[in-house]
């Protein structure tokens, strides 16, 4: 699965993407910048310049325009209004008062202010400093207004034109995540999020990101193979980085245009090649057209070639760019099936570490922490064609297609389970269990680190360890010399000399994680010239092996290599008061997600998932090559980001500003210099760290590890 961009091919539409996100963040500090100056005049403050961009040793572009410079600053990170008397630097009040007061001889209207110290100065009327609190109130807190109606007004037109978004369908889930213990499965549809009607896969991200994760979070679920909806709640899980609950977007029928198939797969080996932008429609002459159908088939056919038939050509919808086309042709191709490829390694099985709720395993009290230690035909059973006649747990990581095959034939298999002493409680410490597999037409792959192996036909997921429990004869891990028992500490992956950019490294000890199931998935993508060397224990030595996958006889994989753009539809109101409505809600889920990410930064949610500058341009750029409605939604969240965030009490921020006035209201005169010079040294080395610690961030000079 990749992400779909509608990408600039020619300089023009660089050019013209470029304008765009320039004109857009452009905007959002225009706005800001306006509210104040508006609010000024109003008030009958001299304002002497007003600039987006800062002017830093005089650079910029301007021009006077009565008693205003206007003009475009060389340092594009924000803007300004210098008004007379007013300084960003709330320290510099003494010389804001000199600034203001009149000059003898002077014809300005005067006005009689109190300093900092008690003392009384003449100042001219029309500056900053002689404008009551609530005026000077009012100034400060313009910027954030306009920032807030704009963001209405970026998604009221976004609304209005229609923008493009990636709807909240399931791919597949993470096994043992959340998700994957509540049974959502391939295809199934989340048509709520707490609060959240119809929410998008973004909607989804941010949602969990800050959900409460002790108590968890309500998902109304449509499921595919009913369209009966039920609500789940979910726990976000989160281990490392950000919290998750273990869903992949979702992926459409659309060869990706660029890499419509992986290299070396089955799809690539297709006699007739695939095309970037070709439309799966059938499969063996069976019309199909979602995504969970196209994995189920793969799965029932995992052994056999597939007969896969596209739509080529053909003209878009225009008011979907992203449905079927209508007309070109239709091409079908033959696939061959994809062979299991393995080391030779049957490695240790480790505990149950998630059930999956509603299934034969959870009724029977099959819980996490227990051990599976023998799978066999229930009593009376048929016997089945394994190499030991009657035990199916040879190998773990083979158990999953084992018992896929077997639940096609309804059949009853016997599991031998260990209960931990945690789970035990009550029960026999070993116990033969009876289970009807269920049939499977989805799959739940290792993709991410640390995470166990699914077994659909019985909806458990557990470890498989990193020690060999015995090498399978005349394999390459045999003839490489490795043992039964060895430790395997690590796998460094080694590609073709063209194609290896850097070591690929995966590690098995405590620290690195449960990774076999991982190491085995990607095994399985790698060309036929790929190695592998392995590191390993073996008592007090440090060994390792070079090793060459093999084809695992019998044994196939359900992918073929096909690489899918996400499914994105079109959200685009029908009539004005739709429009208003879906706008009046962006814009409050925009302020209320800017309000719980700060309120959970620094616990739930990393540090390190801040974005500067360069952050910032990239994700307006990523939005403008999707069209004028995305870049307005993505100016949206960032118009109200600027909102909270400029409102924050902190010094050199309007926050700041306001909370010095407020202080001068109370009193009735600013505040000592000595305090203000405190807080806004403590201000300005927060606000300069912070602008190097995501600079840094941007740059990839802090790993973000999200």
Not at 142 to 158: R, T
């Amino acid at each position: 699965m990749g992400i779909c961009l509608i990408a600039a091919t020619t300089p023009w539409e660089w050019a013209i993407v470029v304008l765009q996100v320039g004109l857009g963040l452009g905007t959002v500090i225009f706005v800001h910048e306006l509210g104040h100056f508006a609010v000024a005049k109003m008030c009958g403050v001299k304002c002497e310049k007003f600039f987006i961009g800062f002017d830093i040793g005089g650079y910029k572009l301007s021009r006077q325009w009565g008693e205003t410079e206007y003009g475009i600053g060389i340092l594009p990170l924000g803007g300004y209004v210098k008004m007379l008397g007013q300084d960003d630097n709330p320290a510099n009040i003494a010389e804001q008062v000199r600034e203001s007061q009149v000059t003898p001889g002077s014809k300005a209207q005067t006005k009689e202010i109190v300093g900092p110290d008690g003392s009384k100065y003449l100042v001219d009327s029309r500056s900053y400093l002689a404008k009551t609190v609530p005026q000077r109130m009012a100034i400060i807190s313009a910027g954030v207004i306009m920032n807030v109606i704009f963001a209405f007004i970026f998604a009221l037109i976004a609304f209005g034109i229609g923008g493009p978004y990636i709807p909240c369908i399931v791919s597949q889930t993470a096994p043992g995540s959340a998700a994957y213990q509540a049974g959502i499965h391939t295809g199934d549809e989340i048509t709520r999020i707490g609060d959240i009607d119809k929410p998008s896969f973004t909607d989804l991200k941010s949602g969990v990101t800050l959900g409460d994760l002790e108590n968890g979070i309500p998902f109304t679920i449509r499921r595919a193979a009913t369209g009966q909806e039920e609500t789940v709640v979910l726990k976000p899980r989160q281990e490392s980085g950000l919290p998750k609950v273990g869903i992949f977007s979702p992926s459409s029928l659309r060869l990706n245009l660029e890499n419509p198939v992986g290299e070396g797969t089955p799809a690539a080996q297709a006699a007739e090649k695939f095309q970037g932008g070709d439309d799966i429609i059938a499969i063996h002459g069976r019309s199909i057209s979602e995504y969970h159908q196209l994995i189920a088939m793969q799965v029932e056919f995992a052994a056999e070639s597939l007969e896969v038939t596209v739509q080529r050509g053909g003209k878009t919808p225009k008011n979907n760019p992203f449905g079927l086309r209508k007309g070109g042709s239709e091409v079908t191709i033959t696939v061959p099936p994809q062979p299991t490829k393995g080391l030779g390694l049957v490695m240790e099985p480790g505990k149950i570490v998630a059930v999956e709720q509603g299934t034969e395993a959870a009724e029977k009290n099959i819980a996490p922490g227990d051990f599976i230690d023998n799978v066999s035909p229930a009593p009376g059973a048929p016997a089945t064609d394994t190499a030991e006649g009657d035990r199916l747990f040879e190998d773990p990581m083979q158990l999953p297609e084992q018992l896929r095959k077997l639940a096609n034939e309804n059949r009853v298999i016997e599991l031998t389970v260990r209960h931990s002493a945690a789970s035990g409680e009550g029960k026999q410490a070993t116990e033969p269990i009876e289970l009807r597999l269920r049939k499977v037409s989805w799959v739940d792959p290792t993709l991410l680190e640390n995470d166990p192996l699914s077994v659909p036909a019985l909806g458990i997921a557990y470890r498989v360890l990193n020690r060999v429990d015995h090498v399978i004869p005349d394999s390459p891990a045999a003839r490489a010399g490795m043992q039964d028992g060895d430790l395997v500490t690590q796998a460094e992956i080694l590609l073709p000399e063209s194609k290896q950019e850097e070591p690929n490294i995966i590690k098995f000890n405590e620290q690195g994680g449960h990774n076999w199931p991982l190491f085995t998935h990607i095994l399985q993508n790698l060309p036929d010239a790929a190695k592998v060397t392995l590191t390993y224990q073996r008592g007090t030595e440090t060994l390792t092996a070079d090793l060459v996958p093999q084809i695992v006889p019998d044994s196939f994989e359900s992918e073929r290599g096909f690489v899918f753009d996400p499914i994105q539809k079109i959200r685009k109101a029908s009539n004005f008061s739709e429009q208003v409505q879906l706008g009046y809600r962006e814009t409050v889920n925009s302020l209320g997600m800017v309000f719980r990410f700060l309120r959970k930064l620094g616990t739930q949610v990393p540090l390190t998932s801040l974005g500067g500058p360069i952050t910032i341009a990239q994700a307006a750029g990523y939005s403008a090559f999707e069209g004028l409605g995305k870049l307005l939604t993505f100016l949206t969240m960032l118009s109200a980001n600027l909102a909270v965030i400029n409102f924050l009490p902190i010094p050199l921020l309007d926050g700041g500003h306001m909370v010095f006035l407020a202080w001068e209201g109370i009193r009735g005169k600013p505040a000592g210099e000595r305090f203000v010079v405190a807080l806004h040294t403590v201000g300005f080395v927060f606000i300069i760290s912070l602008m190097l610690f995501v600079l840094s961030l941007d740059l990839g000079l802090i790993n973000r590890n999200l």
